[in-house]
């Protein structure tokens, strides 16, 4: 056969030829898709062990948050009771911070009315301790009383003037009757170490600088005795508390009184730094007065 002859051949074959190859190449690309791109109804045998794998791979890899939480390991339980953190509430801080009491006050002091070898003067208090329920707290005081002497005693040492400093260290417990009203009355008192000096002082010539110099007088020291001894008080007093909606609050005022008693030596004949002969009795009474704040 010529060669024009075969081209009128290949033109017929060449046609359905490639149109049977398309057909073949689409069928076999719809037997290859993943099942996740099917979009028949039915499953081909091929295409159900093909999910399958696929299903067994996502467990395997599974992202699901609680399957990753379960494989860690378990946090241990905070120290306390019960195997429960202990709540901000009842933690040693706050325990520590609720039981603890503070006081500070100030005021004036009054001579019991037989004394003769101190006057009037003022004082200041600051205490801390525990408090151990809503009726009872303990505290340590330190008190510091200035008070002046009697003009009588004085003039027995020739001096012009003359004081009495008073400090101690005491416990004293508070004993409060009404812990849940508003206003509160309670008990206190106690005993510790006191120390007493007395002083008589004379003006002196002294000289002051500032921007400048300037002389001036000034009351000094120029005799004195002292003593170490142990001592005791009593008393009673009235609470106001501030604030708190149902008059539990921690911060109050607070005004007392107390009898005071120094154990004091008597002290007959001294004379202080070369002053004048005094005598002095055992004991020393006051009734100090005192208005602050307790928390």
């Given at each position: 056969?010529s060669?024009?002859?075969w081209k009128?051949?290949?033109?017929?074959?060449?046609?359905?030829?490639?149109?049977?190859?398309?057909?073949?190449?689409?069928?076999?690309a719809?037997s290859?898709?993943?099942?996740?791109?099917s979009t028949?109804?039915?499953?081909?045998?091929?295409?159900s062990?093909?999910?399958?794998?696929?299903?067994?791979?996502?467990?395997?890899?599974?992202?699901d948050?609680s399957?990753?939480l379960?494989?860690?390991p378990?946090?241990?339980?905070?120290?306390?009771?019960?195997?429960?953190?202990?709540?901000?509430?009842?933690?040693?801080?706050h325990?520590?911070?609720?039981?603890?009491?503070?006081?500070?006050?100030?005021g004036f002091?009054?001579?019991?009315e037989?004394s003769?070898?101190?006057?009037?003067?003022?004082?200041?208090?600051?205490?801390?301790?525990?408090?151990f329920?809503k009726?009872?707290?303990l505290?340590?005081e330190?008190?510091?009383?200035?008070?002046?002497?009697?003009g009588?005693?004085?003039?027995?040492t020739?001096?012009?003037?003359?004081?009495?400093?008073?400090w101690s260290?005491t416990?004293?417990?508070?004993?409060?009757?009404?812990p849940k009203?508003?206003?509160?009355l309670?008990?206190?008192g106690?005993?510790?170490?006191y120390?007493?000096?007395?002083?008589?002082?004379?003006?002196?010539?002294e000289?002051?600088?500032?921007y400048?110099?300037?002389?001036?007088?000034?009351?000094?020291v120029?005799?004195?005795?002292?003593?170490?001894?142990?001592g005791?008080?009593?008393?009673?007093?009235y609470?106001?508390?501030?604030?708190?909606?149902?008059n539990?609050?921690k911060t109050?005022?607070?005004?007392?009184?107390?009898?005071?008693?120094?154990?004091?030596p008597?002290?007959?004949?001294?004379s202080?730094?070369?002053?004048?002969?005094?005598?002095?009795?055992?004991?020393?009474?006051?009734?100090?007065?005192?208005?602050?704040?307790?928390f």
């Amino acid at each position: 056969m010529s060669i024009q002859g075969w081209k009128p051949l290949m033109r017929r074959v060449s046609i359905p030829g490639f149109a049977a190859f398309l057909a073949i190449g689409v069928a076999h690309a719809q037997s290859t898709v993943l099942p996740s791109q099917s979009t028949s109804t039915g499953v081909a045998p091929n295409e159900s062990s093909s999910q399958q794998n696929w299903s067994s791979s996502l467990q395997t890899f599974s992202l699901d948050p609680s399957d990753s939480l379960a494989a860690l390991p378990s946090m241990p339980e905070p120290s306390g009771s019960g195997g429960q953190a202990d709540s901000p509430q009842k933690g040693w801080k706050h325990n520590l911070g609720d039981n603890l009491a503070l006081e500070f006050g100030g005021g004036f002091n009054a001579p019991e009315e037989d004394s003769s070898y101190i006057t009037w003067g003022g004082n200041f208090t600051v205490g801390a301790g525990a408090n151990f329920n809503k009726h009872l707290a303990l505290l340590v005081e330190y008190q510091f009383i200035d008070d002046k002497l009697p003009g009588a005693l004085i003039a027995e040492t020739g001096a012009s003037g003359g004081d009495a400093h008073i400090w101690s260290f005491t416990l004293a417990p508070v004993i409060d009757l009404f812990p849940k009203a508003k206003n509160d009355l309670y008990i206190t008192g106690g005993g510790g170490f006191y120390r007493k000096v007395t002083s008589f002082t004379n003006p002196e010539l002294e000289l002051y600088c500032y921007y400048f110099c300037e002389e001036g007088y000034a009351n000094a020291v120029v005799g004195h005795f002292s003593s170490n001894q142990g001592g005791w008080n009593i008393g009673a007093g009235y609470e106001r508390r501030l604030g708190g909606m149902y008059n539990d609050s921690k911060t109050k005022l607070f005004a007392e009184a107390r009898y005071l008693y120094v154990d004091t030596p008597a002290a007959q004949g001294l004379s202080p730094n070369g002053l004048g002969a005094v005598g002095v009795g055992a004991g020393t009474t006051l009734i100090p007065v005192t208005v602050g704040v307790r928390f």
